[in-house]
């Protein structure tokens, strides 16, 4: 190629990205790689998306064109530093089975991952179904890597005999943990508190109730697990029984000096009588370093479920959803309880009150999957209904069509089900 020709690097990189199957042309473009800068690539190549059942409309990989891109360009491997596999059980066992071994070639290219997501993407996914030696690369290379954002997703019964227990007190490079649907107690090691425990900045939770004893045993107590929560930032959680509320509540408080945000999913659909005699109020005025605040309440519940916020706190937003057949009898009442919350408190920095309100028209409405239709909300008339924060010049409410959503895989799980290849 004569030098006096330039290929843009925009187009070297599309080329490159869509040759999946060309062995031959990946080569080909592996040649020109003296070419390649690594900032014009970075969009393309910095998150890899991996499906065993690729969505029609996404530009995701099988494991094997991965390989294939890799093996082609390996130019490109340093360049990913956030890895997503998405795992979809509905084909035969055998060709999971097929599927997931194809794994193992792949990981000695991931160095330079930084954040790894396994997720699940219908229902719980056994870890069990993956081949032993599938389970032994994976947890190899969770140990040896530097992963600092590391995410599960609906995978349940995590055993791992021998060589295969993944300890996270011996994982320090972690920092963000988010645990969704995951039998999470037997990712903590038996053997108590270990040398180098990762001293998370972010966590998030997510369980149902059954999971319940097993939150309340060891995650929601930051001294019988494997973790150190002494400089946590961040904290996500979706609440959905007693005692969770509670549970989730004395966490906080034992590292709130250091807690900057917080989200709290609230799920107990309970009247001001009724959550009264089950809970404790949330008290959030000890916390000197809490900036932002992001609550999500499903009504009705004409109570807000906190009792005195930080005078730190400068974001608020409060996600209130609400049912369509409810929505006229207790709306107005609780924007007012809302207000004279915010009025009884000190909040000298508070620069935003942001209310989210959404219309749950749908029987399928949750944390996990929403596919609502619009709804029409008179935002002038909860405005009026909450004159402190109004006359303050804070107040900006939304509605809101889908309400906040804890997991990446619905629109995924959703398209697959429209094409027929789900259960």
Known sequence: MSESIH????????????????????????LVS????????????ACIEVFTVPPPSRNGHTFQNLFNLLLGSPHISPLITSLEIYAHDTIPDSVLDQELVQIIPILPYMSSVKRFRLSHTCELFDWRYFPPHVQDALVQYWQTSQIVDFELEAIYFIVFEGKSRLRLDQWGALKRL????????ELWSPEGQGSNPPRLEALKIYAEPDYTEVFGDKLLNPFSCSLDLRSLREFSAVITS????????????????TLQRICLDVRIRAP??????????????AFP???????????????FPISKLSPSVRNITLEVTYHLDEYAEWAMTEWSTIDSFMESQDLPALESFRLEVHISTRDSCLPTFCLCDP????????????PTLYRRGVLDVVVKTTRTIWTKNWEYYNELRRVGVNR
Request: net charge negative.
């Open 7 to 30: 290929i843009p690097q925009e187009l070297v990189d599309i080329v490159v990205s869509n040759l999946h199957d060309d062995l031959p042309s990946l080569k080909a473009c592996a």
């Open 289 to 303: 370093n809490l900036r932002a605040i992001h609550l999500i309440l499903d009504t009705p519940c004409d109570v």
């Open 178 to 185: 988010s645990l969704l649907w995951c039998h999470v107690h």
């Open 242 to 257: 007693n005692p969770r509320f509670d549970q989730v509540h004395a966490l906080l408080c034992q590292i709130s000096s």
């Open 34 to 45: 003296h070419s390649f800068l690594p900032f014009s690539q970075k969009g393309i190549f």
């Open 375 to 386: 709804y029409e909300v008179d935002l002038q008339a909860i405005r009026q209904a909450m």
């Open 272 to 285: 001001a009588s009724h959550f009264l005699s089950e809970f404790d109020y949330m008290g959030l005025h």
